[in-house]
């Protein structure tokens, strides 16, 4: 039971980090199309965000180990 936990945990994480990185990503190139001038700033924010989403299979990660060591 606890090896399916782990696997949902890595997947579902997995899922959100690549939804949200490409959800990110693609509005970054929506504020560069319209506003070609503000590219750096916009850059800038979308390496950030992309960094901070990043962060959720890690999470997913440690929760599996977790899970997988009871």
């Known amino acids: ?5 782990a ?3 890595i ?3 997995a899922l959100g980090a690549g939804l949200g990185a490409a959800q990110v990503v ?3 190139q929506e504020g560069i199309a319209r506003q070609p001038e503000a ?3 916009l850059q800038t924010n979308m390496f ?3 960094a901070l989403v990043e962060v959720v299979p890690i999470f ?3 929760v599996a180990f977790i899970v997988m060591n009871r």
């Open 26 to 28: 693609a509005k970054t």
């Open 1 to 5: 039971m606890g090896l399916i936990a």
């Open 39 to 41: 590219r750096g700033f």
């Open 7 to 9: 696997a949902i945990a």
């Open 48 to 50: 950030i965000g992309v």
């Open 60 to 62: 997913a990660a440690v």
């Open 11 to 13: 997947g579902l994480g």
